[in-house]
T-cell receptor, first 111, second 112 residues
Framework: RKEVEQDPGPFNVPEGATVAFNCTYS??????FFWYRQDCRKEPKLLMS???SGNEDGRFTAQLNRASQYISLLIRDSKLSDSATYLC????????????FGSGTQLTVLP | NAGVTQTPKFQVLKTGQSMTLQCAQD?????MSWYRQDPGMGLRLIHY???????DQGEVPNGYNVSRSTTEDFPLRLLSAAPSQTSVYFC???????????FGPGTRLLVL
């Protein structure tokens, strides 16, 4: 299994829809997880951190399933401004100093 | 705070040339790192530093050197540019290793 794998996408959803992305990871010892968003030709920016079973921030919910080793990101009431690539990030196995980034899931919210 | 800054924004090099990508942060972060981003491959860690005077290799260190003489600056040197180093380079910093951080705006490098 790759260290981090994400839904390939792209996801094209209408405004107002609910969309969910999954991310699986191989390092069972990971304690912290992150979701970043990256706009086209811009730098990644932290969206959410996940340290326990999950985290919620407004329309965004991240859930962690340690038994199955996946994390998910749920976006409710999608806005046009949510269009971006979402990156799943997990500490590297054997090296908590290094983070491994997934290749990203592209989301386009359509009017 | 300026956050994480990178220069230059764009650069074109010929094969064999050397150059230094600059990165600076004003948040007093101990941990800094360099990534490259290629289409379909996500960000890959090149080198990182846990503090001034301490650097270590990441996933793809070959062809790159780093140094950390101050907390603020973490330059990345390409020793002899190759077309395979064409990529977008991001510098990042964080309070501690293994934690999320802030990224600079990136440097787009084309090696001909």
């Amino acid at each position: 299994r790759k260290e981090v794998e994400q839904d390939p996408g792209p996801f094209n959803v209408p405004e107002g829809a609910t969309v969910a992305f999954n991310c699986t990871y191989s390092n069972s010892a990971s304690q912290s997880f992150f979701w970043y968003r990256q706009d086209c030709r811009k730098e990644p920016k932290l969206l959410m951190s996940v340290y326990s079973s999950g985290n919620e921030d407004g329309r965004f919910t991240a859930q962690l399933n340690r038994a199955s080793q996946y994390i998910s990101l749920l976006i409710r009431d999608s806005k046009l401004s949510d269009s971006a690539t979402y990156l799943c990030v997990v500490p590297r196995a054997g090296s908590a100093r290094q983070l491994t980034f997934g290749s990203g899931t592209q989301l386009t919210v359509l009017p | 705070n300026a956050g994480v800054t990178q220069t230059p924004k764009f650069q074109v090099l010929k094969t064999g040339q050397s150059m230094t990508l600059q990165c600076a942060q004003d948040m007093n972060h101990e941990y800094m790192s360099w990534y490259r981003q290629d289409p379909g491959m996500g960000l890959r860690l090149i080198h990182y530093s846990v503090g001034a005077g301490i650097t270590d290799q990441g996933e793809v260190p070959n062809g790159y050197n780093v140094s950390r003489s101050t907390t603020e600056d973490f330059p990345l040197r390409l020793l002899s540019a190759a077309p395979s180093q064409t990529s977008v380079y991001f510098c990042a910093s964080s309070y501690s290793n293994g934690q999320s951080g802030y990224f600079g705006p990136g440097t787009r490098l084309l090696v001909l």
